[in-house]
């Protein structure tokens, strides 16, 4: 699924509680993450519910580090946002990453008035561990 797939099935839903039934779905869509992976280390700080974010650096065709990820949550909705996060973000380079503005899309689809403040918050800390990981992916590469 990409982003624009999302942005339109948002855009035929008037209803919040249909768009949070959506986004209940969108967690269900998720890879499952390995009982491993649910470390301290990949463990997102900031989040009222548990998240975890399991990244892997992959390389494209010409050398360019790609990051990868696991995402899972304790919370359906949690789940659901981490889904829309890594179709933003997953299997794109560093740059490609720095260069999207997830809050900016999470506005769009109206989340800035639908979720609480902890969730916000939560949400603000896991774009700011991926772009954080892009960051670093940067400047190993150089």
Known sequence: MTIDEIRDNFALLDDWDDRYRYVIELGRTLNPMPEAEHSAA?????CASQVWLAKQVDRN???EP???YLGDSDA???RGLIAILLTLYSGHTP???LATDAIAVFDE???REH???QRSNGLRAMVERIRSDAREALAAAS
């Open 42 to 46: 990949n463990k997102v700080q900031g």
């Open 66 to 68: 790609l990051l990868n």
């Open 115 to 117: 979720l609480t403040p």
């Open 95 to 97: 740059q490609q990453i």
């Open 61 to 63: 065709g010409t050398g």
């Open 76 to 78: 359906h909705i949690v």
């Open 109 to 111: 689809f109206g989340f």
